[in-house]
């Protein structure tokens, strides 16, 4: 029988969004949520943020710069709802068809 629950916990996007603006907005989704679902800033540094929730639960979000844009990294194990959300909220990188006109 497979994991699926490895699959939930570890989810990725990519956006038009600089890793800061990414980083920034994930503490502002994050702690504005109402309910068992707010989580506060625990540890920073510039390629991610670790947020505490309820019951000690742990977001954490990670960024990493890339030619195509900003490679975004979100992982709970509680919170899996709550991170596809954020990275849904992110702005896309605009798909190519890798068809030249």
Do not use: H, W
């Amino acid at each position: 029988m497979a994991n699926n629950q490895r699959n939930r916990t570890m989810q990725q996007a990519q956006t038009t969004l600089g890793a800061a603006a990414v980083l920034s907005t994930a503490k502002e989704f994050f702690g504005s949520r109402t309910g068992i679902y707010t989580a506060f800033l625990e540890k920073e540094g510039p390629t991610f943020v670790a947020l505490r929730g309820q019951g000690g639960e742990e977001i954490v979000i990670g960024v990493a710069e890339t030619p195509a844009g900003t490679s975004v990294t979100g992982s709970s194990y509680l919170f899996d709802q709550q991170v596809a959300r954020f990275l849904s909220t992110l702005p896309p990188v605009a798909a190519t068809s890798g068809v030249v006109s």
